[in-house]
């Protein structure tokens, strides 16, 4: 069975601009976290998806948004970048809550 | 606030000896707690998990004890080998999708 997978792997952006990052769960999971990971902060969560509904949100403005399709699929966004939102973005797939979660990759995302 | 700590930044063993990696968490009402592992340029790997109504948990060389009379997990791993150096976190759960995680432990194996 296939991990979970995250798009891009690497990014740089600059300032001011916004950006998209991809991941798809493992085949049969419906809930899809994302975290943020940064050397002071850890890491922290952001928001949790199931059937294409947010679940649950961390304390991030408003700029961090996502959204989950109907195959499980989601997608993270940050528009207005900051040089502070430099960080590696993982998202974990789980089957429902208090499952284990499997984190992917993460996308590195650097903003300059 | 919330919170998971962990006692030890970094925890330098040689190899063949037993690791423990300690946590504490602040928050009774967590009722499941995972243990992570994180390799360089990767995310964190599934190591083992324990739900509130167990004490203990072993798996494939990994042992997680839980106790909630002082709020305390931790990792046991046996004869601990050169890959199993990484940075371990613990997390909690309260029956939600949030994950609360430690400031992790960075865990050295020496030959």
């Known amino acids: 069975k296939a991990g979970v997978t995250q798009t891009p792997r690497y990014l740089i952006k600059t300032r001011g601009q916004q950006v998209t990052l991809s991941c798809s769960p493992i085949s049969g999971h419906r809930s899809v976290s994302w975290y943020q990971q940064t050397p002071g902060q850890g890491l922290q969560f952001l928001f949790e998806y199931f059937s294409e509904t947010q679940r649950n949100k961390g304390n991030f403005p408003g700029r961090f948004s996502g959204r989950q399709f109907s195959n499980s699929r989601s997608e993270m966004n940050v528009s207005t970048l900051e040089l502070g939102d430099s960080a590696l973005y993982l998202c974990?797939?789980?089957?429902?809550?208090?499952?284990?979660?499997?984190f992917g990759p993460g996308t590195r995302l650097t903003v300059t | 606030g919330e919170s998971v700590g962990l006692h030890l930044p970094t925890l330098s063993v040689q190899e063949g000896d037993n690791s423990i990696i300690n946590c504490a968490y602040s928050?009774?009402?967590?009722?499941?707690f995972i243990w992570y592992k994180q390799e360089s340029g990767k995310g964190p790997q599934f190591i083992i998990d324990?739900?509130?109504?167990?004490d203990k948990r072993q798996g494939q060389r990994v042992t997680v004890l839980l106790n909630k009379t002082v709020k305390h997990l931790s990792l046991q791993i046996a004869a601990t080998q050169p890959g199993d150096s990484a940075v371990y976190f613990c997390?909690?759960?309260?029956?939600?999708?949030?994950?609360?995680f430690g400031t992790g432990t960075r865990l050295q194996v020496f030959p």
């Open positions: 974990a797939s789980s089957w429902d809550r208090n499952y284990e979660q499997y």
């Open positions: 324990i739900r509130s109504n167990m």
């Open positions: 997390a909690e759960n309260k029956g939600t999708d949030k994950l609360i």
């Open positions: 928050n009774s009402a967590s009722d499941y």
